[in-house]
């Protein structure tokens, strides 16, 4: 079973922030939160990862609030290219991926 | 950066034959690496773990006389579909964990494989 839960679906228009918010109650002391983007017919791409508080890399944002119960991944000024599925998962060091629905996020012109 | 690359990248095949797929981490080296399948319009879901030198690790429901998994390289696992049915229709993904991997994020994805069993 997933341990994560996050929206289905996301409708955005372009130059707009995304914020994807990403519930994991019983994450463990090891997990790290990752997030992955695919397009269809292709493998997942990293986007970020982060233990607690706030990562930023040249892409997204990643916060993580103190209890590490959630996440919100940010996504800022969105493309058409933007449109994926973003997965939220929990990397332990058996580095296995175990991948929920995701959020299917759209972006308009 | 690490690429990881599959081959092949789609594949017809009749029923009752045998598919194979390999993945090759192709600028580092990975002992472990993943295999996963993905239905049209559902999440990946993980089928085995590939460790060099060692049998496979399988997920619970995923038939291992079915799915055959080598991993003989530090560059190279390979999946097999035996006796393959159009149910095994899917996309094929692998990824590979580079060795040593220093933080949590050294696992790579590859392109994929359309395999569709007529």
């Known amino acids: 079973l997933a341990k994560t839960t996050q929206p289905i679906s996301m409708d955005s228009y372009e130059g707009q922030e995304v914020n994807i918010t990403c519930s994991h109650n019983n994450i463990a002391t090891n997990d790290y939160i990752t997030w992955y983007q695919q397009f269809p017919s292709q493998g997942p791409r990293f986007i970020i990862q982060g233990y607690k508080t706030k990562v930023t890399n040249e892409v997204a944002s990643l916060f993580i609030p103190a209890d590490r119960k959630s996440s919100t991944l940010s996504l800022p000024r969105v493309s058409l290219s933007d449109t994926a599925v973003y997965y939220c998962?929990?990397?332990?060091?058996?580095?296995?991926?175990?991948f929920g629905a995701g959020t299917t996020v759209t972006v308009r012109a | 950066g690490a690429v990881v690359s599959q081959h092949p990248s789609w594949v017809i095949c009749k029923s009752g034959t045998s598919v194979k797929i390999e993945c090759r981490s192709l600028?580092?080296?990975?002992?472990?690496m993943f295999w996963y399948r993905q239905f049209p319009k559902q999440s990946l879901m993980l089928m085995a773990t590939?460790?060099?030198?060692?049998?496979?690790?399988?997920e619970q429901g995923v038939e291992k006389d079915k799915f055959l998994i080598n991993h003989a390289s530090l560059t190279l696992s390979t999946l097999t579909v035996t006796s393959a049915h159009p149910e095994d229709s899917s996309f094929y993904i692998c990824?590979?964990?580079?060795?040593?991997?220093?933080?949590?994020?050294?696992?790579?994805f590859g392109p994929g494989t359309r395999l569709t069993v007529l």
């Open positions: 990824s590979a964990l580079d060795t040593p991997a220093e933080s949590y994020n050294e696992q790579f």
């Open positions: 600028d580092f080296q990975a002992t472990t």
């Open positions: 998962l929990l990397l332990s060091n058996d580095y296995k991926l175990s």
């Open positions: 590939s460790n060099e030198g060692s049998k496979a690790t399988y």
